[in-house]
């Protein structure tokens, strides 16, 4: 999961009319609507009208498996609007039989019909997935531990009352994902042992597949290749070349980059345990080895 720029709901909404100024008053219309109908309900949706203002933010990478996607001038193709609570209706996760080696010791939440239809159009319960994670994954699920909040409830009152297992990395109400999830080598694992950040880790972990989907692995198997090298460049003897190779280091852990908190992960892994780093550098070069 990405690091998400940390945004007030004002500042995230000056970007929203800096892109469409009138987006705000027709998605509150849309929205008022829902409420007065009790569900979500219509024919063609506007949110993919404010779609770049979340590319922009999350540096064209999918909000959840940190895969850079296509920029503006691929249009936006490639990029879903995902509503972090679902919009129409709440399905039931994990679907046993989709899902048969899920199991859990904790509750996952009861589904219902009509979802958070009045959050259809908050900014604030958007972000800009893949579709490998969107369309394929996320769909109308969001587990949580407990009972779901009342509706029409606003996000930051449905955060105090609700707990989403989920992670959501989205400005100032959501979560900071390097508090839950780090990396061993290209597995994402949780930071911590038990307790609700483990379930929130391991489940968010598990429901966007971070750990079994080969696009993944590659993406942070190539970082880790490259990182790794640029590292023992720091110990050129040319001088020339060791601050090239720490300007490369910032930009390969920085936001804009690819599979960054493994990156990070990896970096801080190869100065407390240079071994163990090695070893994690020969299995990735084996990985990405052709098999014929
Ligand atoms: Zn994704």
Redesign the pocket.
Known sequence: MIRYAVLSKAELEARVDAVDAGWRTRAAGRRDAFIAAGKFNEESSIWSDVKTVFMDLQYDK??????VLGGKLARKSEHDVEHFRPKGRVMNWPYPSRMPKLIYTFSTGLPNSTGYYWLAYDVENYAC??K???SDRKRDYFPILGPRGAAVAAIAALNASEIPLLLFPHGSLGDDPQDYITFEGVIAKPLHQAGLPQQRAQVTIDF?SLNDREELLADRARVIRELFKTIRLTDDPDPQMQAAARRDIDTIISNVSPQAACARAYLSLAKSDPQKAWEIYLDVQRYLKPSN
């Open positions: 999918c909000v959840f498996c940190e895969r997935a893949c490998g994670c969107n966007f």
